[in-house]
């Protein structure tokens, strides 16, 4: 096996593992969240997209889920999906660098520089306040 194949095969055992948590506990947006994770990491995206979904209507207010989905949508090409999802998880979580990051790599991909821009600049000081998710 090569490292591609170890990996895969981790995220295999992880889809299983957190399929049987959900069985045991439908409602575990972190379930859902985790498995989402690995589906996207072995390249299905439909997959991750549903978890991610269901860990938002578990819990609304949990910003790692649209983060997440938001990845996934700007990695297949809506932008506009991938900046709606980046957005809700820093109106959840205005301290979330990372989501800055992601939005404004969508704005700068869009030429919207001036987004872009301010998202940078949001990201640096979320960094530099210590802060990352």
Not at 20 to 29: G, K, M, S, W
Not at 30 to 56: H, M, P, W
Not at 80 to 101: G, H, M, T, V
Request: charged share 25%; proline share 3%.
């Amino acid at each position: 096996m090569n490292s591609y194949d170890d990996e895969e095969y981790e995220n295999e055992k992880k889809v299983i593992k957190y399929t049987r948590q959900i069985q045991q506990n439908p409602n575990d947006a972190d379930s859902y969240v985790n498995r989402g994770c690995a589906y996207s990491a072995l390249r299905q995206y439909e997959l991750a997209i549903a978890d991610f979904t269901k860990a938002i209507r578990i819990n609304p207010n949990y910003d790692l889920p649209y983060y997440n989905r938001g990845g996934i949508y700007y990695w297949i090409g809506q932008h506009k999906q991938a900046i709606q999802d980046y957005s809700k998880a820093i109106e959840l979580n205005p301290n979330f660098a990372e989501a800055y990051k992601k939005r404004g790599e969508v704005y700068k991909k869009l030429g919207n520089t001036r987004a872009a821009s301010a998202d940078f600049e949001n990201y640096i000081k979320a960094l530099d306040a210590g802060h990352n998710f």
